[in-house]
């Protein structure tokens, strides 16, 4: 049966847990060869299983995304072994714990900045070339608003991530590639569990079910 991705290449940082490794199921179960980056290696193995285990393809990157040498290396051995990547998704983020405004520690905010602001930024350099050769090129992100006490250093790289996405879907708008900010349901991820501890998880919706509502539409 012909699936509606074969043939693809989608690159998904931040593949491990969560919505990133939702995304990366729902990807190679419709057809696409999946390079899933993470630090995590066990959670890239278990992901792995699970592709598998459907009949689906992967290749495992374990890789820290603020490692600038190792994503060029990266997106260099996909090129010369695929010529391109057609999708990109971008799920991954680094959470500093909950603490009051005028208390935050500089490692915190550095770890913050470095992942979810740096990070991105020299991630979007090093892969638009990559995926710019594709036919139908399309990079995903995921926005929330985080607004909450004790979380400034979060929701102040958040929101600094959420103008460079909307920056870039801007200055693509014409030519591509096609630049898509999305907004999960709350779901019962590790980050959130730390945001939210007591929270009844029942309510939260599956990533797995935010990862169809969201690609689908895209790729339909």
């Not at 102040?156 to 879907?169: G, I, Y």
């Not at 693509?172 to 096609?178: S, V």
């Amino acid at each position: 049966m012909n699936k509606i991705l074969d043939g693809r290449i989608a690159l998904v940082t931040g593949a491990s847990r969560g919505i990133g490794a939702a995304s990366a199921e729902w990807l190679a179960e419709h057809g696409a060869h999946v390079v899933a980056v993470a630090r995590t290696v066990g959670g890239l193995e278990d992901l792995d299983d699970r592709i598998k285990a459907k009949g689906g393809q992967a290749t495992l990157a374990p890789i820290d995304l603020t490692d600038d040498d190792a994503i060029a290396h990266l997106c260099r051995s996909i090129y010369d072994r695929w010529g391109k990547a057609d999708i990109w998704v971008h799920a991954a983020i680094h959470a500093s714990p909950l603490t009051p405004a005028p208390h935050y520690q500089l490692k915190d905010l550095e770890a913050d900045i470095g992942t979810n602001i740096r990070g991105l930024a020299r991630l979007i350099a090093m892969v638009e070339p990559l995926i710019a050769p594709s036919d139908a090129p399309q990079a995903v992100f995921f926005d929330d608003d985080w607004e909450e006490k004790y979380g400034g250093a979060y929701g102040m790289s958040k929101a600094a991530q959420r103008a460079l996405v909307q920056c870039w879907k801007a200055e693509t708008a014409k030519h591509g590639p096609k630049v898509h900010l999305l907004r999960p349901e709350p779901m019962p991820t590790a980050t959130r569990a730390r945001f939210y501890p007591g929270e009844n998880r029942d309510a939260l919706t599956h990533p797995s079910v935010e990862a169809e509502r969201l690609l689908r539409p895209l790729f339909a």
